[in-house]
Nanobody, 121 residues
Framework: QVQLVESGGGLVQPGGSLRLSCAAS????????IAWFRQAPGKEREGVLC????????YYADSVKGRFTISRDNAKNTVYLQMKSLKPEDTAVYYC??????????????WGQGTQVTVSS
């Protein structure tokens, strides 16, 4: 069974940067597409972006294009979400999830517990 653990969240100022990590155990992430989601208070969980097993990137949220980048390190079995130019509206709990396919098909299986990102001055 795939287990995912997010880390790297915290409090950052608007315009700041943060890198989130999604570490997996039980299955090599090299064989799965991995997506990042976020959920702000009172809102539904929103897809952010996804990276395929071949490193193709799919953006789910237009608001993060040009600011967020996803990457993977298969040796560490970890996927990263690099965020820059952070805005208060980026404040949310961020989750990673495995896609059921090698590509970013939009069908997800395992989920992590999330890490809190707060953007505030």
């Amino acid at each position: 069974q795939v287990q995912l653990v997010e880390s790297g969240g915290g409090l950052v100022q608007p315009g700041g940067s943060l890198r989130l990590s999604c570490a997996a155990s039980g299955f090599p992430l090299a064989y799965r597409a991995i997506a990042w989601f976020r959920q702000a208070p009172g809102k539904e969980r929103e897809g952010v972006l996804c990276i395929s097993s071949s490193d193709g990137i799919t953006y789910y949220a237009d608001s993060v294009k040009g600011r967020f980048t996803i990457s993977r390190d298969n040796a560490k079995n970890t996927v990263y979400l690099q965020m820059k130019s952070l805005k208060p509206e980026d404040t949310a709990v961020y989750y990673c999830a495995t896609d059921l396919r090698y590509t970013c098909s939009g069908t997800f299986g395992s989920w992590g517990q999330g890490t809190q990102v707060t953007v505030s001055s």
